[in-house]
Nanobody, 119 residues
Framework: QVQLVESGGGWVQPGGSLRLSCAASGFTFSIYTMRWYRQAPGKERELVAGISSDSGRSNYADSVKGRFTISRDNAKNMAYLQMSSLKLEDTAVYYC????????????WGHGTQVTVSS
């Protein structure tokens, strides 16, 4: 069965770093764009970063540019989000997402991992 399992979340102080991991299984990971989303309480889901199937292109929300880095390892079916210089505003549940590129094909989602940035 299709699975996306996030890990690496937790509590961190402002200015700190955290690396999130997403383990994928049950589908052909290497042909799909991978994305990280986040959702803070009372706010809309936000696209944080995306990376192409071959890691050739990546994009970031303006709010995280220069601080976050998305990467992937197709041999391991893993996607990552390295987060640095964390701010209070980064507090959210972070979700791994597989973008399938069609309105007729539902995206795959993990259950999320909580990131809390607090003093």
């Amino acid at each position: 069965q299709v699975q996306l399992v996030e890990s690496g979340g937790g509590w961190v102080q402002p200015g700190g770093s955290l690396r999130l991991s997403c383990a994928a299984s049950g589908f052909t990971f290497s042909i799909y764009t991978m994305r990280w989303y986040r959702q803070a309480p009372g706010k809309e889901r936000e696209l944080v970063a995306g990376i192409s199937s071959d890691s050739g292109r990546s994009n970031y929300a303006d709010s995280v540019k220069g601080r976050f880095t998305i990467s992937r390892d197709n041999a391991k079916n893993m996607a990552y989000l390295q987060m640095s210089s964390l701010k209070l505003e980064d507090t959210a549940v972070y979700y791994c997402n597989t973008y399938r590129g069609s309105t007729s094909l539902p995206d795959y989602w993990g259950h999320g991992t909580q990131v809390t940035v607090s003093s």
